[in-house]
């Protein structure tokens, strides 16, 4: 399951896993975002927060993910990995050699930090 908050006026999606990740989250996660690139153009920041990656459902939850990326990644400007999980902490190393957002990783404690990088537009 995954909990979302969307900041229109900072364009700002703020994503925080809570059990492990279904195909329903995504379809709920791209009808309240879908709407909002298609009137802006993109959003300007994505705020992952976890404090452990908690997976997949199934093998169904695990390709809507990916197709989430795939379809996304190109209208996001920066990307923030908030969480002291291992998994996610790698995660700027991993994307940056697929999406075109630029990928930070802060510790879980700093959200705060998190939150002023990606505000910080341009």
Same mark, same amino acid.
């Given at each position: ?59 169904? +939850?695990?390709? *809507?993910? &990916?197709?989430?990326?795939? %379809? =996304?990644?190109?209208?996001? /400007? ?7 999980? +291992?998994?996610? *902490?790698? &995660?700027?190393?991993?994307? %940056? =050699?697929?999406?075109?957002? /630029? ?20």
């Amino acid at each position: 399951m995954i909990r979302y908050e969307l900041n229109p006026d900072e364009g700002i999606l703020i994503v925080t896993p809570e059990a492990p990740l279904e195909s329903t989250d995504f379809e709920r996660l791209a009808s309240e975002v879908d709407p909002y690139i298609e009137k802006t153009g993109k959003l300007h920041g994505l705020l992952i927060q976890a404090e452990s990656f908690p997976g997949w459902q199934d093998f169904g +939850g695990m390709v *809507s993910h &990916l197709k989430f990326v795939k %379809n =996304h990644h190109k209208d996001i /400007e920066k990307i923030a990995a908030v969480s002291d999980s +291992g998994f996610l *902490s790698i &995660l700027p190393r991993i994307t %940056n =050699h697929f999406v075109k957002a /630029e990928v930070r990783h802060f510790d879980y404690s700093d959200k705060e930090k998190a939150l002023e990088w990606l505000s910080n537009k341009g």
